[in-house]
């Protein structure tokens, strides 16, 4: 699988396992699954794994770890993230979670930004994952802590990444004004947007892709099928857009998009991985997975050749606007950097 490279910080393999289905994103996976939903990944050439605290109350990293254990420590990176503390909670362990995640609520998730809330959460996740160091730490969602996260917070990651701790630092969120600030006023060198540059929601370009790309600092883009919408061939009638229902005037426009891909012989899933590639900014696109089928599916579409002229037609009919400096379509399957 071909790799991007950090301008500081480790290669990327082009696609990464997001490991939130690990923690039992809505629904419950079976520790067999998600075993498999790595092993698979690895199977594929996926290098890179990202996790955090947050999902599924550290079910996600124990998983994760498991799943790694054993595997050379020098081949593969680990990304997990602060700023949600897990403080146990055993008033309310007989209850089910209410963030999301189908696990008993065991623990709260106090938001912390500070040096030591960042301290701790970091040695709780080596302590899951049984790793002696991760790779990349991201703030993880502070859209309602800026100050904290932007001062103690970035101050904290670089001297941990200064000191060696850890190789790279930055952002994850949902939004990309905040991350851009981030790039613009901070010493990250990645951040994770998450369905902020997609087919159908391209607010990254405005600002937070052509400023990493000047600044050096790399993106990852996350959540590219926007929960849903984009990851069937043909988008249903029910599909989710960042998990709410979608509106009929976007499944309106995934089904032109569908319909251009078809003509091309690709699939809209296909698509939707290969367009926030096409940026030079963005260093890895992440997907989940809950099983190894799931994670050989990403593989397979990540491997699909996408022609030129598909980017053109869109880029005609005004569905996709081109990406400035995006690479041509590599002549040979694997060639490229």
Known sequence: MRTRTLTR???LTELGLGAAQLGNLARETSDTDAQGAVDAAWDSGVRYFDTAPHYGL?????RLGAALAGRPRAEYTVSTKVGRLLVPSPRTAHRQDDGGFAVPATHRRDWDFSR????????GSLTRLGLDHVDVVYLHDPDDHWHEASTTGVDTLVELREQGVVKAVGAGMNQAAMLAEFVRRSDVDLVMVAGRHTL???SARDELLPLAQERGVG???AAVYNSGLLAADRPPSDATYDYLPASRALIARAGALADVCERHGVTLPEAAIAYPLRHPAVVSVVLGARD??????NAERLAARVPDALWAELAGLGLVPEVPGAPSTPSVPGEGS
């Open 9 to 11: 910080g480790p290669e």
């Open 292 to 297: 190894a089928r799931q994670s050989r599916t």
């Open 219 to 221: 993106v990852v883009a």
């Open 200 to 202: 159908l929601d391209r």
């Open 58 to 62: 550290g079910l996600s990293e124990r």
């Open 116 to 123: 030591d809330g960042i301290l701790r959460s970091l040695e």
